[in-house]
């Protein structure tokens, strides 16, 4: 079982940034692949960016140029730095890992982006 917990959402106005962190409960360069996801109301969860154990980064069209992804292998966390926020990033935002043919999901960490 992999264990995956987010943290650093919260309230920020339209143009402001933060940083979410996804701390795994193990070696985060075990894994095929690990990515945020986010889902607002209402609406299926999509993809916010997805690292591959090799290869590129792959971004959503909505958030390329804004958000940027990182690894601290030293303390088993992912982070996602987002910037530019707009009203429409408003959402719950999970953090995925890859292994084999199994997915695992932190908790979510809401981020609201409203004046």
């Known amino acids: 079982q992999v264990q995956l917990q987010e943290s650093g959402g919260g309230l920020v106005q339209p143009g402001g940034s933060l940083r979410l962190s996804c701390l795994a409960f193990r070696s985060i360069f075990g894994f095929d692949a690990m990515g945020w996801y986010r889902q607002a109301p209402g609406k299926a969860r999509e993809l916010v960016a997805r690292?591959?154990?090799?290869?590129?980064?792959k971004f959503s069209d909505s958030v390329t140029g804004r958000f940027t992804i990182s690894r601290d292998s030293a303390k088993n966390t992912m982070y996602l730095q987002m910037n530019s926020l707009k009203a429409e990033d408003t959402a719950v935002y999970y953090c995925s890992a890859e292994l084999g043919l199994n997915r695992y999901w932190g908790q979510g960490t809401q981020v609201t982006v409203s004046s």
């Open positions: 690292v591959p154990s090799s290869g590129p980064t």
